[in-house]
């Protein structure tokens, strides 16, 4: 793994995260309640009459993190099996130490979120339609928010050049919305897709910031019904550079663009694809993404609750600028 | 009152005002730049360097903002154009970085009061900011190191204090700015006739619009001026139809006294709008961009999608339909719409903590409270004013090589014989040796004789023999310097201690 920034890389993962490759080395065992908090930083300016004026200064938000433990085997006997080369500690070295490697709150670390998964290349199975949703059959987990380049399709020839938001994603397939007038009960063989992050057209200096899809919401017209959806996006910070896969209108691109680093260009914070000259749209890009944080707290309480057991009821960390 | 530029150096002060009337929200930043002669590197062209970092978290590009009492300018064409600076957007923009940069509350008072501002910076101790600026640059004579810490230089060494400083405060757009070359749209009714109360619009990448009354087709075309140079096409998506949209399109239609009037673009080539008809009045219309990209000047990038070709004039030229529209559209990225100048002084004071740089500006009236005007100057053998607006400057008294044999003593090569200590508090730079009228000070500009180093003692010695020299304070001296420049009093006399030149000299 080579991310943009070195900068150690916190090991750890949330409950029902499953192994792949957004998940590096983890400490087994935590559990529910973790937390995940956005900041901002407006000032309110309100006058006497009540009405207001927001100054708002951060185009992108900082996020709080905290975990909780509830065991952490201390036991020689039982190492975690994640590690291609067995490393001498146990679960409960490794996380403390990792704690006290960053001297608390002193050095910074890159850490992982569940949803930093980096999409891939895909032959579908099989591809229905029933009304405007179109349900494509994949053998993998592909994350809701996501995107997918449909091509390939030899029926719903339409699907084909198609960039669409992955509405629903399961082990075995995942559904697309795409309103056509030939939408309802087809069936398609196969075809082909690609899923990542969608990512803007290029400006005038062929730099596109390389962002990630934190949300969105439905435009909710006064007295209307929703008509488009608003995806919300921020700057990213870091990436894993050998995870990283640029698509031009559904090719790969091997070469012409290097990734400038985060806050170095504008006016986009965080990292930015240059090219050499203009891909063609839509550009999309499949990589593993990472948060700079550091600790919150400079002191850290892990429980010995059993012989070989320990637990750590809140582990708080947060994001940090580049 | 203040006046507010955009990143092109027009004064949008009105519209600005308008904006923040109608905006219940507003993004903003600082912007801090302060300028200075490269010292750290053998600089034959006397080149400035434009500081430029800001407290927002994106970093921010503008071509001109207000430097002196009037007026925006290019700061990259000071100097005769001999200006390192940070152009990591294109180098025809100065990049404001993100640095951990705060500042004390700006007050301001009628009459002659000074009003000093403190800036505090959370300085990276190590990173190599003059790098970055100037490229890599070989190990220093003194201090020996290959990478000066900002925080020695400013604070230990003393070498950015008398520089110019301003701050500015950045206003982002609140909505998605229109650019040249971005997709605008308009509602008609059948003739093409933009419907009463409507201008053109930006569509960008899409939205969802209601057609408004009396209205029952969209228009879409570019914003450019001319149009006969395009190239490229958008495929846009209308209620789930693909339409394209040819960059030579323009958005409506214009016969002068015949058909939207109010609304006047010159023929430039432009071909008649993309139609989509068969809408009704209160009506969504979706509109998402599909594929495609669009350039400005027949086949030349940049190639762009329906936002436009960002940094590019926001309305395109005063003959563009983009003149006339509006902008409806959250912006997804701040954008810079305009500075104002908030502060202007010099680098009054810099003292550094553990973990931070402090620097005292002194604003410009502290110069006017600061400095004497004597009418009579009591020193023996002359009666000149102590302060000349252009000290004499020779490379003769001092030459290399030179050995470094502490923080403050050199050993120079005499360049003509000189008594012990007769070079005592004249002022010694590294610059290689410039024509005279570079020296005079030029307004705005940091003065040439900054960073200056202060005499303390000389040896004697005759002209090409050792001598040793003593400074005040630590100095720097780049590796192989072309020239040494002794500050004196009238050049070609015998140099001596009121050749000081005043440290405002370039303000």
Request: hydrophobic share 40%.
């Amino acid at each position: 793994m080579s991310l943009t920034t070195n900068v150690p890389v916190f090991p750890g993962f949330i409950p029902d995260q499953v192994g792949g490759a957004a998940v590096t080395y983890p400490v087994r065992s935590p559990t529910w309640n973790i937390k995940k908090t956005p900041k901002w930083n407006n000032v309110r300016h309100q006058a006497v009459n009540g009405r207001m004026l927001v100054v708002k200064y951060w185009a992108n938000p900082l996020w709080d993190f905290e975990l909780a433990y509830g065991y952490i085997k201390d036991n020689p006997a039982d190492q975690a099996a994640f590690y291609p080369t067995p490393i001498p500690y146990t679960d409960y070295q490794i996380l403390s130490g990792f704690y006290n490697g960053m001297q608390g709150g002193g050095n910074e670390f890159a850490f992982t979120p569940p949803d930093s998964v980096v999409g891939g290349t895909f032959t579908t199975s099989a591809v229905s339609g029933t009304s405007n949703y179109w349900t494509i059959y994949v053998n993998n987990t592909l994350s809701a928010g996501l995107y997918a380049i449909l091509s390939g399709f030899t029926t719903t020839t339409w699907l084909n050049g198609q960039i669409l938001p992955i509405i629903r994603a399961t082990p075995t397939y995942i559904v697309v919305y795409y309103v056509h007038a030939n939408q309802a009960l087809v069936n398609e063989a196969a075809g082909h897709v690609i899923a990542g992050q969608s990512l803007a057209t290029p400006d005038s200096n062929n730099n596109i910031p390389l962002i990630n899809t934190t949300g969105g919401y439905p435009t909710l017209p006064l007295g209307g019904t929703p008509t488009v959806t608003n995806p919300v996006t921020e700057a990213t910070q870091l990436i894993d550079a050998a995870s990283l896969s640029v698509y031009a209108n559904g090719t790969l691109v091997g070469s012409g663009y290097t990734i400038q680093p985060a806050d170095s260009i504008a006016p986009y914070g965080g990292l930015v694809l240059n090219f050499t000259s203009a891909p063609s749209s839509p550009v999309m890009a499949l990589f593993n993404y990472y948060y700079l944080c550091r600790f919150s707290e400079d002191s850290q309480e892990f429980e010995n609750f059993m012989t070989g057991l320990w637990m750590c009821s809140s582990l708080k960390f947060e994001q940090v600028r580049i | 009152m203040r006046v507010i530029y955009d990143p092109a150096g027009n004064d949008i002060s009105t519209t600005m005002q308008t904006s923040l009337q109608n905006n219940r929200s507003v993004f903003m930043a600082n912007l801090y730049t302060f300028m200075h002669r490269q010292f750290w590197k053998n600089d034959t062209a006397g080149n400035i360097v434009i500081w430029s970092f800001t407290d927002a978290d994106i970093p921010l590009a503008l071509q001109q903002l207000q430097l002196f009492a009037s007026g925006a300018s290019n700061p990259l064409t000071l100097n005769n154009s001999h200006v390192v600076y940070n152009q990591s957007s294109g180098s025809s923009y100065i990049t404001y970085s993100p640095e951990k940069i705060t500042r004390g509350k700006l007050s301001y008072e009628v009459g002659l009061v000074a009003k000093d501002v403190e800036v505090t910076w959370y300085i990276d101790d190590t990173q190599d900011y003059f790098a970055a600026l100037s490229g890599s640059y070989g190990t220093l004579q003194t201090p020996a190191t290959s990478a000066l810490s900002m925080k020695q230089a400013m604070a230990t060494y003393r070498a950015f204090d008398d520089c110019p400083f301003w701050i500015h405060r950045g206003v982002f757009f609140a909505t998605q700015p229109i650019w040249d070359g971005s997709l605008l749209g308009c509602f008609t009714d059948g003739t093409g006739q933009i419907v009463a109360g409507q201008t053109p619009f930006l569509i960008a990448n899409g939205g969802t619009f209601i057609v408004p009354a009396g209205a029952n087709q969209l228009q879409m075309g570019m914003n450019d001026y001319p149009y006969s140079d395009n190239s490229g096409a958008w495929v846009m998506s209308v209620n789930a139809s693909n339409v394209t949209v040819n960059s030579t399109c323009a958005p409506y239609v214009y016969t002068a006294g015949v058909l939207n009037t109010a609304f006047p673009i010159p023929s430039s080539g432009q071909a008649a709008p993309v139609v989509v008809s068969g809408l009704t009045a209160g009506q969504n219309v979706l509109i998402q961009y599909v594929s495609g990209t669009c350039g400005l000047h027949f086949s030349s990038p940049p190639f762009f999608g329906p936002i436009g070709a960002v940094n590019f004039a926001f309305s395109g030229s005063s003959s563009s339909p983009g003149q006339y529209a509006v902008s409806t559209i959250p912006t997804s990225t701040p954008v810079l719409e305009g500075t104002s100048l908030m502060y202007r002084g010099f680098i009054r004071k810099t003292s550094a903590a553990a973990d931070s740089l402090s620097i005292t500006l002194g604003s410009l009236m502290q110069i006017l409270q600061d400095t004497q005007f004597p009418t009579q100057l009591i020193m023996p053998g002359n009666r000149d004013v102590q302060f000349i607006p252009s000290p004499g400057v020779s490379s003769a008294y001092l030459t290399t090589p030179l050995t470094v044999t502490s923080p403050v003593s050199v050993t120079f090569k005499a360049g003509s014989t000189l008594t012990q200590n007769q070079l005592q508090d004249c002022w010694v730079t590294f610059q290689p040796s410039l024509p005279a009228n570079v020296w005079a000070p030029q307004s705005g500009l940091p003065p040439v004789s900054t960073p200056g180093w202060r005499i303390m003692s000389n040896t004697a010695a005759a002209s090409g023999a050792n001598t040793n020299v003593t400074f005040y304070d630590p100095l720097i001296i780049p590796a192989s310097p072309a020239a040494v420049n002794v500050f004196t009093q009238t050049s070609g006399s015998a140099p001596g201690f009121n050749a000081v030149p005043p440290p405002e000299n370039s303000l």
